[in-house]
């Protein structure tokens, strides 16, 4: 299953990957997390102190392996090498990979870079027990459509408050234009309350799980250290639950 984890600034899509991908490696899942906001910060949310380099250095390289014998694009090219050497494992066994600035591709781009990255993700699945988290920057409109496709669910993260909400009409629409069919919503830093309640009615999505707000995922943040060392797993648990059951509703429809 591949989940692209979106939202607003700030709302928490980096700290809810970081979650997901503890508690799935915890389920003996083969978790790959790839951060794909340029200003990279998921390595340091799950343990890793040293940083893997971003795929997008691999320019020359990209460039190598995607455009063939007299400029032809190969559709499959080489990427396991490259995979291995760029990918760097947490105390979980959770492989972390840092895509960097790596396509501005909007609809319909065959550019390198994303018959590239395309074929990374590929890649990161092949087994039943494969998850990867995407964690993508605010907004999702540095997301191809190519890149876009093999995307099983889009989670989109809100906050409570108007504005996060206002973001998720405007990400639907994006999904909706690079091709994701499926969205599900985490309202992250969730508060008990009358306005909020009538604000979350009016989300149309399915919602996976209510995290509370709590210091401890600043308190984590402050110190450096992964969410999952600090915070209750619970939620985080159940939002697995539900991904689970939606995963094997996929399979049965199949
Ligand atoms: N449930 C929560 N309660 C309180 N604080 C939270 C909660 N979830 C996340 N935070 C805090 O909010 C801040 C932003 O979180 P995070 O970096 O995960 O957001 P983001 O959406 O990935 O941000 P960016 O758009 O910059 O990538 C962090 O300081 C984090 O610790
Ligand atoms: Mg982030």
Do not use: Q, W
Request: charged share 30%; aromatic share 6%.
């Amino acid at each position: 299953m591949k989940i692209a984890i979106s939202g607003k600034g700030g709302v928490g899509k980096t700290t809810i990957a970081a979650m997901l991908a503890h508690v799935f490696s915890k389920r003996n899942y083969r978790v790959t997390a790839i951060d794909c906001d340029p200003a990279s910060n998921l390595p340091s949310a799950l343990g890793i102190k040293i940083k893997p380099k971003p795929l997008a250095e691999l320019k020359d390289i990209i460039e190598e392996r995607v455009v063939g014998p007299m400029g032809m694009y190969r559709l499959n090219p080489k990427v396991d090498d490259i995979f291995e050497a760029y990918s760097v494992y947490n105390t979980d066994g959770v492989r972390v990979l840092v895509l960097g600035t790596i396509e501005k591709g909007g609809e319909g781009c065959f550019c390198p870079e994303n018959a590239f990255l395309r074929a990374i993700l590929r890649h990161a699945i092949f087994k039943e027990k494969d998850l990867l988290i995407m964690d993508m920057e605010a907004g999702i409109e540095h997301l191809g459509r190519g890149t876009a496709r093999g995307v099983d669910l889009l989670i989109t993260v809100v906050e409570p408050g108007s504005r996060s909400v206002e973001t998720l009409e405007k990400i639907e629409k994006l999904a909706y234009d690079i091709g994701i069919e499926r969205i599900a919503v985490v309202v992250n830093k969730f508060v008990e309350g009358e306005e909020v309640k009538k604000l979350l009615e009016k989300i149309r999505y399915p919602i996976l799980g209510l995290v509370p707000f709590c210091e401890c995922f600043i308190r984590a943040d402050i110190e450096n250290k992964p969410p999952y060392e600090l915070c209750d797993t619970k939620v985080f648990e159940e939002i697995a639950n539900k991904l689970e059951e939606m995963l094997i509703e996929d399979r049965s429809g199949d």
